[in-house]
């Protein structure tokens, strides 16, 4: 069974995912955090990331055992892992790479687990237009940018409010408007509005519509 869940930056999805996971005994792919690995990847390789082979090879060498590992490590979370995201993300080959592997995970999960929860940007519309269930988790610009505010503070980052939020537009739009897989909203996904949702109310939002959609009995009680 495949759980979708795509949404903007600071919706809730990662955290979500990570809790439907658990939930269910699912395993749970982070896929925005791919292209960070291997960027990573590549940079201790000796590598530069702006070279397609070294990034193509990277790409290629991920694998669903040892993944969830690799997207733990804190380098991820660097300003310099996320500026060679941008460029190993822009090779075609490493793209279709990442695709395969993301499929494959979803086909067959790892460690034996009867289920995956996938999230990122395009997952319910290009990655797995198969899924047993899609989610579209969105919340109003204004409380993800409260969000994002307070995990950059917690953080030790010096921000204001007013850069976060016009930060937020300008991510939501070329996410929107990009021209390989822009970020929307599957046909037949739920829509979950998190603006005023905790934790907790979101998973058991998310929990009711798969349940009512995949007839799952053991976790729906």
Same mark, same amino acid.
């Given at each position: 069974?495949?759980?979708?869940?795509?949404?903007?930056? +600071?919706?809730?999805?990662?955290?979500?995912?990570?809790?439907?996971?658990?939930?269910?005994?699912? #395993?749970?792919?982070?896929?925005?955090?791919?292209? =960070?690995?291997? &960027?990573?990847?590549?940079?201790?390789? &000796?590598?530069?990331?702006?070279? /397609?082979?070294?990034?193509?090879?990277?790409?290629?060498?991920?694998? /669903? *055992?040892?993944?969830? =590992?690799?997207?733990?490590?804190? #380098?991820?979370?660097?300003? *310099?892992?996320?500026? %060679?995201?941008?460029?190993?993300?822009?090779?075609?080959?490493?793209?279709?790479?990442?695709?395969?592997?993301?499929?494959?995970? %979803?086909?067959?999960?790892?460690?034996? @687990?009867?289920? #995956?929860?996938? $999230?990122?940007?395009?997952?319910?519309?290009?990655?797995?237009?198969?899924?047993?269930?899609?989610?579209?988790?969105?919340?109003?610009?204004?409380?993800?940018?409260?969000?994002?505010?307070?995990?950059?503070?917690?953080?030790?980052?010096?921000?204001?409010? @007013? +850069?976060?939020?016009?930060?937020?537009?300008?991510? $939501?739009?070329?996410?929107?408007?990009?021209?390989?897989?822009?970020?929307?909203?599957?046909?037949?996904?739920?829509?979950?509005?998190?603006?005023?949702?905790? +934790?907790? *109310?979101?998973?058991?939002?998310?929990?009711?519509?798969?349940?009512?959609?995949?007839?799952?009995?053991?976790?729906?009680?």
């Amino acid at each position: 069974m495949v759980v979708a869940i795509d949404g903007p930056a +600071a919706s809730g999805k990662g955290t979500l995912a990570r809790r439907l996971a658990d939930r269910l005994h699912f #395993a749970h792919l982070d896929t925005g955090s791919l292209y =960070r690995a291997v &960027g990573l990847a590549v940079i201790r390789g &000796g590598g530069d990331p702006g070279d /397609p082979a070294a990034a193509t090879a990277a790409a290629r060498a991920l694998h /669903p *055992e040892t993944t969830p =590992r690799v997207l733990a490590d804190p #380098a991820l979370r660097g300003d *310099e892992i996320a500026a %060679a995201a941008s460029k190993v993300a822009v090779v075609p080959e490493v793209r279709a790479a990442l695709l395969a592997f993301q499929r494959g995970f %979803a086909s067959t999960p790892p460690g034996g @687990a009867r289920g #995956a929860v996938l $999230d990122g940007r395009d997952i319910g519309t290009v990655v797995c237009p198969f899924a047993d269930a899609k989610l579209f988790v969105t919340a109003s610009v204004e409380a993800r940018a409260e969000r994002r505010l307070k995990e950059l503070r917690d953080r030790g980052v010096a921000v204001i409010y @007013a +850069a976060v939020l016009e930060d937020m537009k300008e991510r $939501d739009a070329r996410d929107s408007q990009r021209a390989v897989a822009p970020l929307k909203p599957a046909a037949d996904a739920f829509l979950l509005d998190t603006s005023s949702m905790d +934790a907790n *109310e979101a998973l058991d939002a998310a929990m009711t519509f798969i349940c009512s959609k995949t007839g799952l009995s053991d976790h729906c009680a």
